[in-house]
């Protein structure tokens, strides 16, 4: 049986001009910014016109770890969304913007797939509306007035040694990790040993997403501690001036882009967080301003559970006041399989034992959303090859859970094979059974919030970090830090730091290698394991297979 990929679906899209998916929301044509006839920015003058509304229902599509397999998450929040305005329902999409680190490496593009997809694709895919690189721009600007500074006198007194502020790249390249600048003389500053770190990454990007308007924008770009003084006492980012001239790059990019799926219905794609090393959630602006427009806003948050949805709730809802009304946690039969031990090449026939040995994964991720008051939904994203009692063997583990699994086949059918999936959801999202909850409280000590997250969603022993670290998260409470919450930087791929340790571990450790203040954007970044805020490219990078056809259309894109 052979399908059409993703990318021929995409590119035979009926799309309607941008105006009217804007129409549906109720954003007249002055307040879009067209960036071509198929996408556009949202002005803040409207954003600030609809302050008043109600606000709509807000879902969180999560999913398990992620397995080589396949899980679906993006397909789902897009398939769910379509099938909530087929049943009737005024309902809008918020996802990330794409990387191109990603979109060129391994993990491949974040538009959905199937017949749930978001257009134009290959737009937001690759360079899309430009907001990526404003903030690479906006980011690096500061990095060069910071050398500059230090070259020009350094009246500040910023100790060479002590540059918290790093470069970045929208591009996975190792080679940058670990650089040394300003080599080649005199002329060309003090030389100093740095690094690179990936756009999304960045705590501009962080700000970005966080930020409710310009004005907010611009405080905490000027919030960003850059570097420090001999006595240890912090540089901020307003005292080398250069939040100004940041937020004027980043003007534009601060609008939420405004697109379509490929039945036509609204989506909101802002912002682009990783949720393994950064937040993992779209822009607070963006959902803010959906809510506001639609009766149910359809959100996701990176990765797993126990990332994007941890940081979702304990981050974002906590800095933006928003509380999810369900959870809908994605599992698919082939991941269920690779959990309970099967490999990649033997997930087609059949395996009911197999998907029961693989469902504690599912199991825990259901107990942690709960943990946080949140009525919790599985959407069983469905695949061709996925028998009846594989699906059953899922649902009535979920059962078991005090949950219901609904198997959904929007990939193949669209909106149409999420119907189901989006009455329940509706219904539960209706029925006020949320009594959200973030996991712990602002006051309580770093290293405590530290190991709440570590114990009670990893289900890790003990978190392990040396005295230096937590010295200096001593320190940031000192100096008036205690109260932010934690940003976990780990593997998505598993509960614990060691990628190969599927399923729901207990009995393992928490190592703490690195800590980073993001004063900005109000998160500690806690850096565990072998994770990298800069990715390498794997052995055969999905570069080598893109390129364009004789027509000068896209290919190997996916």
């Given at each position: 049986?052979s399908?059409?990929?993703?990318?021929?679906?995409a590119r035979?899209a009926?799309k309607?001009p941008?105006?009217?998916?804007g129409e549906?929301l109720?954003?007249s044509?002055?307040?879009?910014?067209p960036?071509g006839?198929d996408?556009?920015k949202?002005?803040?003058e409207?954003?600030?016109?609809?302050?008043?509304?109600?606000?709509?229902?807000?879902?969180?599509?999560t999913?398990?770890?992620?397995?080589?397999?396949?899980?679906?998450?993006t397909?789902?929040t897009?398939?769910?969304?379509?099938?909530?305005n087929r049943?009737?329902?005024k309902?809008?999409?918020c996802?990330?913007?794409?990387?191109?680190?990603p979109?060129?490496?391994?993990?491949?593009?974040a538009?959905g797939?199937?017949?749930a997809?978001?257009v134009?694709?290959e737009?937001?895919?690759l360079?899309?509306t430009g907001?990526f690189?404003?903030?690479?721009?906006?980011h690096?600007?500061?990095?060069a007035m910071?050398d500059?500074h230090i070259?020009?006198g350094?009246?500040?007194?910023?100790?060479?040694?002590?540059?918290?502020?790093?470069r970045?790249l929208?591009?996975?390249?190792?080679?940058?990790r670990?650089t040394?600048?300003s080599?080649?003389?005199?002329?060309?500053?003090?030389?100093?040993?740095t690094?690179f770190?990936?756009?999304v990454?960045?705590?501009?990007?962080?700000?970005?997403c966080?930020?409710?308007d310009l004005?907010?924008l611009q405080?905490r770009l000027?919030?960003i501690i850059v570097?420090?003084r001999?006595d240890?006492?912090p540089i901020?980012?307003r005292?080398?001036?250069a939040d100004?001239?940041m937020?004027?790059?980043l003007k534009d990019?601060m609008?939420?882009?405004l697109?379509?799926t490929l039945?036509n219905?609204?989506?909101?794609?802002?912002g682009g967080?990783?949720?393994?090393i950064?937040?993992g959630?779209?822009?607070v602006?963006?959902?803010?301003?959906a809510?506001?427009?639609?009766?149910y806003?359809?959100?996701?948050?990176?990765?797993?559970?126990d990332?994007?949805?941890?940081?979702?709730?304990?981050i974002?809802c906590r800095?933006a006041g928003?509380a999810?009304?369900v959870?809908v946690?994605?599992?698919t039969v082939r991941?269920?399989?690779?959990?309970?031990?099967?490999?990649?090449k033997d997930l087609?026939?059949?395996n009911v034992?197999?998907v029961i040995?693989?469902c504690?994964?599912l199991?825990?991720?259901i107990?942690n959303?709960k943990?946080f008051?949140?009525?919790?939904?599985?959407?069983i994203?469905?695949?061709?090859?996925d028998?009846?009692a594989?699906?059953?063997?899922?649902?009535?583990y979920?059962?078991?859970?005090?949950?219901?699994a609904?198997?959904s086949?929007h990939?193949?059918?669209g909106?149409?094979g999420?119907?189901?999936?989006?009455?329940?959801?509706a219904?539960?999202?209706?029925?006020?059974a949320?009594q959200?909850?973030?996991?712990?409280r602002?006051?309580?000590p770093?290293?405590?919030?530290?190991?709440?997250?570590?114990?009670?969603?990893?289900?890790a022993?003990e978190?392990?970090a040396?005295?230096?670290?937590?010295?200096?998260?001593?320190e940031?409470?000192?100096?008036?830090y205690g109260h932010?919450?934690?940003?976990?930087?780990?593997?998505q791929y598993s509960?614990?730091?060691?990628p190969e340790l599927r399923?729901?571990p207990t009995?393992h450790?928490l190592?703490?290698r690195e800590v980073?203040?993001?004063?900005g954007?109000g998160?500690?970044?806690?850096?565990c394991?072998?994770?990298?805020?800069?990715?390498g490219?794997?052995r055969?990078?999905?570069a080598?297979?893109?390129g364009?056809?004789?027509a000068?259309?896209?290919v190997?894109?996916?």
């Open positions: 049986m399908f059409k990929t993703d990318i021929e679906i035979e009926k309607r941008i105006q009217e998916i549906k109720g954003i044509s002055d307040h879009l910014l960036y006839h996408k556009a949202v002005s803040q409207f954003i600030n016109s609809v302050q008043g509304n109600r606000n709509g229902k807000l879902i969180l599509v999913a398990i770890n992620p397995t080589p397999a396949g899980e679906g998450k397909t789902t897009v398939g769910l969304g379509d099938a909530l049943i009737g329902k309902a809008a999409i996802i990330r913007e794409a990387s191109l680190g979109c060129f490496g391994m993990k491949g593009g538009a797939g199937g017949y997809q978001v134009p694709m737009e937001m895919n360079h899309f907001d690189h404003a903030i690479t721009s906006a690096n600007l500061l990095s910071i500059n070259y020009w350094n009246e500040l007194e910023i100790d060479e040694r002590r540059v918290a502020w790093r970045v929208d591009m996975n390249d190792r080679a940058l670990d040394v600048t080599l080649g003389g005199v002329a060309n500053g003090f030389p100093r040993q690094g770190d990936i756009t990454a960045s705590e501009v990007m962080a700000i970005l966080l930020s409710n004005a907010d405080s000027g919030d570097a420090y001999r240890r006492s901020y980012c005292d080398i001036e100004g001239a937020t004027v790059l990019a609008q939420p882009n697109v379509q039945e219905n609204p989506a909101f794609v802002h967080p990783f949720a393994n950064a937040h959630c779209n822009s602006i963006a959902t803010k301003t809510l506001k427009l639609a009766d806003v359809v959100t996701e948050a990176g990765f797993g559970a990332l994007g949805a941890e940081k979702f709730m304990n974002k800095k928003l999810p009304d959870v946690l994605v599992a991941a269920m399989k690779m959990n309970g031990g099967v490999l990649k087609g026939p059949e034992e197999a040995e693989g504690p994964n199991g825990r991720h107990g959303m943990s008051g949140v009525p919790v939904v599985v959407a994203n469905h695949f061709v090859t028998t009846d594989e699906v059953q063997a899922i649902q009535e979920v059962v078991s859970q005090g949950a219901e609904i198997l086949r990939w193949e059918l909106s149409e999420a119907e189901y999936l989006a009455e329940r959801v219904e539960i999202a209706d029925s006020g949320s959200f909850a973030p996991l712990y602002d006051e309580l770093l290293f405590e919030k530290i190991e709440r997250i570590a114990k009670s969603i990893y289900r022993d978190v392990i040396d005295k230096k670290i937590r010295a200096q998260l001593r940031w409470e000192d100096a008036g932010l919450p934690i940003c976990v930087a780990k593997t509960f614990s730091t060691d399923g729901a009995g450790t190592p703490v980073r203040l993001s004063a954007a998160f500690v970044v806690v850096i394991g072998d994770i990298m805020t800069m990715p490219l794997p055969t990078p999905a080598k297979s893109i364009l056809n004789d000068g259309d896209v190997g894109l996916f």
